[in-house]
Structure formats: C-alpha cells, structure tokens
C-alpha cells in the first residue's frame, strides 16, 4: 500500500513538473496580449550621436555619466522584445508615445508623421531631434549627416 501511495505521489509529481515546465503547453500559444516582438529602434538619422531610452524597457538616459552610459545610442540600431502596449521613446531632446498593438505592428499620431517613420512594421524610425509645427517642411537642419567615427 505504502509503495502503491508513493508510485502515485511520483506520477502526480512529474506530471505537476511538466506542466509547470511547459506553461503554454495546454493553451498552445500565449494569449496576443503576452506575445514579445522584436521591435527595432532606428535612431541613427539623429545627428550629433546621443542617447535615447524606453523607460522600463532600456536603461535611463537621466541618471548616468555619459562617458558610461549604458543606454541605448543613437548611432546603431536596438531590437527591443516589446509586447502590446503603450510605451515611450525618449531622447535629451524629443520624446513621444508609441503603441505595440496585439499583432505587433507599430503605432503612433499622425501628427508625428515628419519625425517618426514605421507605422504598421516592426521598425520605429526617429527622424528628428526636435519636432516643431510648421507648415510641413522640414528644417534644414534635419538635412545633417552623421558623422563617422
């Protein structure tokens, strides 16, 4: 009786550990609203080469001594696992809300349209350093190319 009661223990045991193990394995998939993307942020039409961050997500550009500065630069690419929500680009002088929506394409306002590129993909693209109504075109300034080095 005692080796029955312990065969049981065992089999509910494995059994408890491999669902733990695996915990998708009954639903299949996780719900859309769990789901990470691999959302990529391109800065690099930011010139001079800065800093920028997604708060929660990346570390602050606020609280650290530039010389080493883990956040994210502006001069390369980051791919962020992000899953359907709102969040935030922020850099030293432009900063905007984005939205991951549940199949993982990018959203933001239209009104951001000269600065911010990538609505419908999985690529933000930051196009600006600072955004400024204006009649829709765009400040000389923008025109800048970065430098290597």
């Known amino acids: 009786m005692i080796r029955y009661r312990f065969l049981v223990f065992e089999w509910v045991l494995t059994a408890l550990l491999t669902i733990a193990a695996t915990p998708w394995s009954f639903a299949g998939e996780p719900p859309a609203h769990l789901k990470e993307y691999a959302i990529t942020i391109d800065a690099t039409k930011l010139v001079p080469t800065s800093w920028w961050q ?50 993982g394409m990018l959203d933001f306002a239209t009104s951001l349209d000269q600065c911010v590129g990538g609505r419908g993909t999985r690529t933000l693209v930051v196009l600006c350093k600072r955004m400024y109504p204006h009649g829709g075109q765009r400040d000389p300034y923008y025109e800048q190319q970065p430098h290597d080095g």
């Open 54 to 103: 997604v708060p929660g997500i990346t570390p602050s550009i606020w609280n650290s001594d530039p010389e080493s500065l883990d956040a994210p630069k502006t001069s390369e690419l980051r791919e962020l696992p992000l899953r359907p929500g709102k969040y935030k680009f922020i850099s030293f002088t432009f900063d905007f809300p984005f939205t991951v929506t549940l199949n």
